[in-house]
Nanobody, 119 residues
Framework: QVQLVESGGGLVQPGGSLRLSCAAS????????MGWYRQAPGKQRDMLAI???????TYSESVKGRFTISRDNAKNALYLQMNSLKPEDTAVYYC?????????????WGQGIQVTVSS
């Protein structure tokens, strides 16, 4: 069972930056893909950025150019550097991972962490 724990959220002013971290209980090298999602109240959970085991990266258009996803396999950690934050970025942010065992896909989620962008 993979455990994911997010940290680094909080309150930031518009235009500011935050760096989210996700600590994984297993090697990130074993994950087929990892990513960051967010969900605002009354909204669906949206994909923000995904990085695969082959280091292929995909960003949503809403964060492209502002957010950067990265992985540190030595620390079993996933990161999301968020710059030029806007009030509409306010949401609960979730770390996500997917691995494969015996040809079956397994999906894991962190508990989420609040990011609030406000002046």
């Amino acid at each position: 069972q993979v455990q994911l724990v997010e940290s680094g959220g909080g309150l930031v002013q518009p235009g500011g930056s935050l760096r989210l971290s996700c600590a994984a209980s297993e090697s990130t090298l074993s994950m087929h893909a990892m990513g960051w999602y967010r969900q605002a109240p009354g909204k669906q959970r949206d994909m923000l950025a995904i990085i695969t085991s082959g280091d292929s990266i995909t960003y949503s258009e809403s964060v492209k150019g502002r957010f950067t996803i990265s992985r540190d396999n030595a620390k079993n950690a996933l990161y999301l550097q968020m710059n030029s934050l806007k009030p509409e970025d306010t949401a609960v942010y979730y770390c996500h991972a997917m691995n494969q065992r015996a040809g079956v896909n397994y999906y894991y989620w962190g508990q989420g962490i609040q990011v609030t962008v406000s002046s």
